[in-house]
């Protein structure tokens, strides 16, 4: 009796991913503004944030990335990280990396303290942004993204010179229908903008990036609304899979939104070193990405997508926004430059 082998994750379609003729973009290298380029060992949980680092932790993986990422013109890429892992990998890849830092707690009861000293070691490393994470599976940890604490560390921040903070809040509409559907417990999707909006108008002096589209990619109209109230806020392309199951379907719409916002995307793929990875994961991600954003392209999605469909190999249609080349410019390196020359 045979045995069926189901085709790897990041590539169930069996492409070949050195297909790059629809690729488009010649400017200058890409500038990669959300990812998490870590340090590896064997005893790291595959989806939770690294443990200490031991003798057995590696730069491996960080070398494959960064070496797939040049091979997709992706030259700086800013990196959000434990703080203990910025300066071995500064040391190795020196101004290739930037640095991002996210400023959670462990437990609802963790003291405020230890948040304010997890910035302290950020700032002491020099990182350019920080991050508040605020998925609505974080509210049992007391991760709102305006908590008084996160307030506070904004100021901190700010006084020390950061001038780019970058959140996460709402989660995929499909996991509203399957994830969390106890709203009493993880809030309605829009209930994840009260806070989110709370922050805009209380620092309107500091840039704010909405990682991942904003959280609602699913919605152009609500993100519009967001890009006119609030000037000082852009939105990040991260989550390579979340972006191709929810703006394929809406490419038109999103294709419009962009070219009137051109100077608020900005390009990221939410990449993650993780032990053991192979090689194409690095590519498959990258390779959606700019065929997502640069192309005309239409096919089934390489990437398997549960969230999509639970039937193994079914992944999504991938269909190119093919934006203009001037807004390809913006959102794949200029903005990012600007933003960051005057942090």
């Known amino acids: 009796m045979s045995t069926v ?25 890409i500038l ?18 690294p443990g200490p680092l031991t003798a057995e932790a590696s730069l491996a993986q960080a070398e494959l990335m960064l070496k797939v990422a ?15 892992h910025i300066a071995p990998l500064r040391e190795r890849f020196g101004d290739r990396l930037g640095f991002n830092g996210p400023i959670n707690k462990k437990t609802k009861d963790e003291p405020d303290d230890e948040a304010y000293r997890l910035l302290d070691h950020f700032l002491a490393e020099r990182v350019e942004i920080i991050k508040f994470w605020a998925a609505p599976r974080g509210r049992d940890r007391g991760l709102f993204v305006d908590a008084p604490w996160r307030i506070e560390a904004a100021r901190r921040a700010r006084a ?28 309605t999707k829009p209930d994840q903008y009260v806070g989110l909006i709370r922050l805009l108008e209380e620092f309107p002096d500091v ?14 109209d609500h993100l519009e609304e967001l890009l006119q109230c609030y ?20 490419r038109d719409a999103v294709r419009a939104l962009m070219c009137r916002y051109p100077d608020r995307f900005l390009f990221g793929s939410d990449l993650v070193t993780r032990h053991g990875l192979p090689r194409e994961h690095y590519v498959s991600r ?38 203009p080349a001037n807004v390809l410019d913006l959102v794949y390196h200029a903005n990012a430059e600007r933003l960051l020359a005057t942090r």
Not at 34 to 46: F, G, I, N, Y
Not at 169 to 187: H, M, Q, S
Not at 233 to 249: G, I
Request: with cysteine.
């Open 286 to 323: 990258y390779w959606c990405q700019r065929t997502l954003w640069e192309s005309a392209w239409e096919g089934q999605s390489p990437m398997a997508d549960p969230d999509h469909s639970k039937t193994p190999g079914e992944s999504p249609p991938l269909c190119g926004v093919n934006l």
């Open 231 to 250: 000037p000082h806020l852009c939105f990040d392309t991260s989550a390579t899979k979340w972006q191709v199951r929810e703006v394929s379907p809406r």
């Open 160 to 187: 020390a010179g950061v001038r780019i903070f970058m959140v996460h809040v709402g989660d995929p509409d499909v996991w509203f229908r399957t994830v969390y559907t106890d709203a009493a417990k993880f809030g």
């Open 5 to 29: 082998i189901a085709p790897p994750e990041h590539n169930v379609t069996g492409i070949d991913y050195a297909e790059r003729g629809h690729f488009r973009y010649t400017g200058p290298p």
């Open 207 to 220: 840039t704010w990036i909405g990682a991942h589209m904003g959280g609602d990619v699913e919605h152009p």
């Open 70 to 84: 040049t091979s997709f013109a992706v030259d700086r890429i800013y990196t959000m990280c434990p703080a203990e």
């Open 32 to 49: 990669d503004i959300h990812s998490h380029v870590m340090l590896t060992q064997p005893t790291d949980p595959p989806n939770a944030p």
